[in-house]
């Protein structure tokens, strides 16, 4: 957990880091799709740090700014 911490992300493992995709028809390439050509992906231990996350901060959170104290 703790290198999710330090480097939440991690090699797309689409396009292996390299940001772009050979089409199978001629010689051009594309950005790849999965990482929308930034090479990085979000580790999966740093995907369910963050959703714990959210779900903790939704739970404890008040319903309204009015709330009664």
């Not at 990482?35 to 779900?55: A, E, P, Q, S, W």
Request: aromatic share 6%; hydrophobic share 20%.
């Amino acid at each position: 957990m703790s290198a999710c911490y330090v480097s939440p992300f991690g090699r797309c493992r689409k396009c292996k880091g390299k940001r772009r995709i050979a089409h199978r028809i001629g010689r051009g390439s594309r950005d790849c799709r999965r990482c929308d050509g930034t090479g990085l992906r979000l580790r999966i231990g740093r995907h369910l740090f963050n959703h714990l996350r959210r779900l903790h901060r939704d739970g404890t959170r008040p319903n309204s700014p009015f709330h009664d104290k």
